[in-house]
């Protein structure tokens, strides 16, 4: 039967989970991984009712509650206010006129995939495809488009969840939210997120790789893992390549961000697969998205004012690569034009490259072929589980 809901907080978890395996979802962590059976085209709509962006009414994840958009061709009795600047809730939070040119930095860089395939011995390595990151050993060669993210953060619409992200596209509504990351990622999103519970007096990860490092940032770790620090004691080795994919694929961060010495434990401790991943990348990617598209406004505004034109850039941390498949899985008309579907594998993340374009798409060829088009044409839908995901968490 399938699992719909009446508001934009979580859905049902589900009580069971499969093994890891090749093309399951589920990973060796001990979180619970929710899966919603919607419509093709959105959430159900459910009956008007006025809320507050700041409720304090939280699910079990930790997601606040809230109303839907007009999803469905029924209208909302009455409006929704937010106190602030008067937008409508469900509407979008910034003006065209207001849009402008940015650069988006990825922080997580690509490379560390092939760098762990070709660092490693064919036993490290096969040691880390038996960890709850080996499937990303697989994903395509990926190239990072900086206005494909840059388009949908303008088109940001105001809804009152701070842990979930969605953009207004051809007049519908599509989320981003950890359910998505989950189906993307195929990491657990909603486990345990507790560090406290790894804590060591002493680390030897740090005592053998970074003896003299005075700071732990991710150049100091990329340093240590191309150089091979471990010698030849592969348990170091395999503890090594688990933190360099960790802070420089899935949590990246500015360059001389200094490592959590709770990273470290977790990792050294040897149960990283008992961690909830998923969950601090999610989060640390749509937090690092807040406020970035306000700033630039304010910044353009005071450009026109002195007759200039703002072109500024921000960073995007954690790991954006999911964010950008997700547009992929939501938008068919980005298909061919600006990335290519290349396998149907478990998790999504496997099965999308985006190499076939010969330049970073601008903020004007995707408004001209993607964001001025109309529904019918985009086909726009939210993400829903396929039968085989589904199967893959009962």
Not at 11 to 38: E, F, H, T, Y
Not at 153 to 167: C, D, G, I
């Amino acid at each position: 039967m399938a699992i719909t809901r009446s508001s934009s907080s979580p859905s049902p978890v589900l009580k069971k989970k499969s093994k890891m395996g090749k093309k399951s979802l589920a990973n060796k962590s001990k979180g619970k991984r929710p899966i919603i059976d919607d419509f093709d085209s959105d959430f159900e709509a459910p009956m008007p009712k006025r809320v507050k962006p700041t409720s304090s009414k939280k699910s079990k994840l930790n997601l606040e509650e809230s109303s839907l958009p007009e999803i469905s061709g029924k209208k909302f009795q009455k409006s929704i206010t937010h106190s602030a600047d008067r937008t409508e809730v469900w509407d979008c939070k910034f003006s065209p006129s207001d849009f402008y040119r940015s650069k988006c930095v990825c922080t997580s860089v690509y490379s560390v995939i092939n760098n762990i395939k070709n660092t490693l011995s064919v036993n490290l390595l096969s040691l880390f495809r038996q960890t709850q990151f080996g499937h990303f050993l697989d994903m395509p060669e990926f190239v990072f488009h900086p206005q494909v993210v840059h388009s949908l953060l303008l088109r940001e619409v105001l809804q009152p969840n701070p842990k979930e992200f969605w953009a207004k596209v051809a007049g519908r509504c599509i989320r981003f939210s950890a359910e998505e990351f989950y189906l993307i990622s195929g990491l657990d999103c909603f486990g345990d997120c507790n560090k406290l519970l790894f804590s060591q007096e002493t680390n030897q990860l740090v005592e053998t790789c970074f003896r003299g490092v005075k700071t732990i940032d991710n150049k100091a770790i990329e340093d240590a893992f191309l150089g091979s620090r471990w010698g030849l004691d592969e348990s170091i080795g395999l503890k090594m390549a688990v933190l360099y994919f960790i802070q420089c694929f899935l949590l990246s961060n500015t360059p001389d961000k200094e490592v959590s010495r709770f990273v470290l434990d977790v990792v050294d401790s040897g149960r990283w697969d008992e961690y909830c991943w998923g969950r601090e990348s999610f989060e640390l990617t749509i937090d690092s998205f807040k406020g970035r598209i306000e700033h630039g406004i304010i910044m353009k505004n005071r450009k026109a004012e002195k007759g200039g034109q703002y072109d500024g850039w921000y960073r995007a941390l954690g790991c954006p690569w999911v964010f950008t498949v997700w547009f992929y899985e939501c938008c068919p008309a980005m298909v061919n034009s600006f990335c290519k579907r290349v396998s149907s594998s478990i998790p999504r993340i496997l099965n999308w490259s985006n190499t076939i374009v010969t330049k970073n798409p601008t903020l004007r060829d995707l408004k001209g072929k993607i964001f001025d088009l109309p529904l019918e044409k985009l086909k726009i839908k939210n993400m829903r589980p396929t039968d085989e995901e589904a199967a893959a968490s009962t």
